[in-house]
């Protein structure tokens, strides 16, 4: 049988003859066609229960190809006239706020750091932040006014190690990150379970919204196998979302592919299972690798706000003589 | 199949004893159906193979030999001591009932009549058209009726083979059982559970509780294998009319639409009551699912 249309019918009968008049006509329509047809009530004033026994015995009255190509759709609210019944979940996307151009050159900065104590110019954290020159100068001149950057021969430096949570906080150079717990009555899984969890999902190939999604926190230096970092558990999943400048919303239901229990919740003072951290630079600098591991700045970051800073500093010294 | 009890059984434990209690040469033809099957094949997501039910459905194939190994069955059976039980008041049927008014065939080992019994079914025949059809047994103990549902088939699709012997049917196949015969919910009242739910309720619901296992036992396991597994289905049991069939059973999942958390609480005391899913949670369930069958529709289309 081949389909060629879809008739879709939305009607609010008054009553069974009402409906009646509508199926039958539905069904006169498709009549000697190949063609489907939905009859969609919204908000019915008749019974549900009424609205389908009545659809079923008038079903029995037509031609069992006739039958199969007619469908009833119930919507009882305006709120169920979508794909979908209503969500009881509070939000379904975030707005991000603007990006933090402190943060993120600060970022950058980190991560030359770690790696050998390399500095950046003006230009390379232009081209790999996506900011502006003139944004990116005064965020520098700041940086170094404070004693917080080194500058040297038109170039950049600060020591990961100098850099607290304070220390952003003070510069208002700290990112956006979206907390993420468990909702009343779900089981939670273990950190060692969600780490499973984002494993599966990442292979082969990353679901839609989380290819720019790597692993970040401790869960990336141990998954590094980076020797002499102290780590006794790990205490949250941290994930970093590369998202880029231009990017308006965070879509916060992807969190449901990673496990299906877990909500977004505004209260940062509430001890989340999962944080994403929002890094807002150029997203094909920054494209998580086969190993899904985040950057290593993101990744000392995200040691840092869990507050694991003796960690976050062996974690600086031994990627710095360059455990890759 | 209509008694949602919490009792304590194994789902391990009955896949033994079934196999140990059918005739050799009847094993081969059987396969284990519904919350024993669901419950053995997520057992390492539950961490348990406790089920809260005492039925296990048995499907007897080739559906052609089903009446004749269901007799046998029952009759060898009841010579053994096992018991009839009788839902809601039934009694045995004779040769005056009605078909459709004889009891189904429910069996308890000796021994055991208070704690689980089998109850026989039979693989519909390719013919089959109507939702359920019934075929008489007769035994020493009274007239029984056979019961075929014409999806079932699909159901026992390449169903798996345990270390007990006896086979199970696998999950994406049970699911899609379900989407298909409700394509036309069936507005049935089931006696045995509180408020009577309608038959679509219980059975899409399951379904929808066999996808959110399935995405439990590994992520995105639902989306990245049954495409394959219900294409192969499919394509074997109704070629030519892969795109209609999924088409169906997309109506089969939107019957759910407005009475979706009405089916939450049935599921939570049967195949998913080691988990006890949330409203949200289960919703989430059924909006990807539902995305799911849709994208496979568009996909056919």
Known sequence: ????????????????????????????????????????????????DTIRSEWQRLMKA????????????????????????????????????PPNF?????????????????????????????????????????????????????????DAT???????????????????????????????????????????????????????????????????????GVPRVDLTAYVGKDAKEFDVTLIRKL?????????????????????????????????????????????????????????????????? | MNSVQHVPLDAGHLLRRVAEKLPSNVVEHVVVIGSIATAWAFRDVTKTQVVATKDIDVLLHPGVDAVLAGQELGRQLLREGWTPQYPNGMKPGSSATPDNELPVLRLS????????????????????????????????????????????GVAIYEAEQTEFGVR?????????????EHADPDLTPISGLRNR???YLKDVGRAVALWWLTNEQAALRGERTWPSLWRSVLSTRFPGREGDMLWLAQRGINSLRVDLNAALPIANESVLAAYRVTRSQWEEAWSSFHRFIAQLVRSES
């Not at chain 1, 089981?187 to 970040?216: H, K």
């Open chain 1, 102 to 158: 402190k943060f993120e050159v600060m970022r950058m900065l980190i991560g030359a750091s770690i790696m050998q104590s390399r500095s950046l110019s003006v230009e390379d954290l232009v081209e790999k932040i996506g900011a502006s020159d003139f944004t990116v100068r005064k965020v520098l001149g700041e940086l170094v006014d404070r004693g917080i950057a080194r500058r040297a021969n038109a170039r950049f430096a600060v």
């Open chain 2, 197 to 199: 739910p309608p038959r």
């Open chain 1, 259 to 324: 496990d299906s229990g877990l909500e977004y919740i505004r209260d940062l003072f509430s001890p989340p299972s999962v944080v994403i951290t929002v890094i807002r630079a150029d997203p094909k600098y920054n494209y998580p690798d086969a190993v899904r591991s985040a950057k290593n700045a993101d990744i000392y970051l995200a040691l840092l706000d869990a507050d694991l800073r003796e960690q976050a500093v062996q974690f600086a010294a031994k990627r710095g003589k360059g455990y890759e």
């Open chain 2, 109 to 152: 080992p000796p021994g055991e009549a208070d704690e689980w019994f089998m109850e026989l079914l039979a693989e519909p025949t390719s013919e089959q058209m109507e939702r359920k059809r019934w075929q008489r047994m007769t035994t020493d103990s009274g007239h029984f009726g056979l019961p075929s549902f014409r999806y079932m």
């Open chain 1, 62 to 97: 037509f031609p069992s190809d006739l039958q199969s190509r007619l469908e009833l759709e119930i919507l009882d609210s305006p709120q169920n006239s979508g794909p979908a019944v209503p969500s009881t979940r509070q939000v379904d996307e975030v707005d991000l706020a």
């Open chain 1, 1 to 48: 049988m081949t389909v060629t249309r879809k008739h879709p019918r939305t009607i609010t009968p008054r009553s069974t003859r009402d409906l009646r008049a509508e199926v039958v006509d539905l069904a006169a329509t498709l009549a000697g066609t190949a063609d489907k047809g939905v009859l969609v009530i919204k908000e019915p004033r008749l019974n549900v």
């Open chain 1, 162 to 232: 100098d850099i607290s949570p304070e220390v952003l906080g003070t510069l208002q150079a700290l990112p956006e990150r979206l907390h993420f717990r468990y909702a009343a009555g779900t089981r939670p899984r273990s950190t060692g379970e969600l780490i499973e969890r984002f494993e599966q999902l990442m292979q082969p190939d990353p679901p839609e919204g989380w290819e720019n999604v790597a692993l970040s926190g401790s869960a990336a230096s141990n998954y590094l196998r980076l020797p002499q970092v102290d780590l006794l």
């Open chain 2, 168 to 180: 199970v049917a696998q999950p994406a196949y049970m699911a899609l059982a379900h989407l298909l």
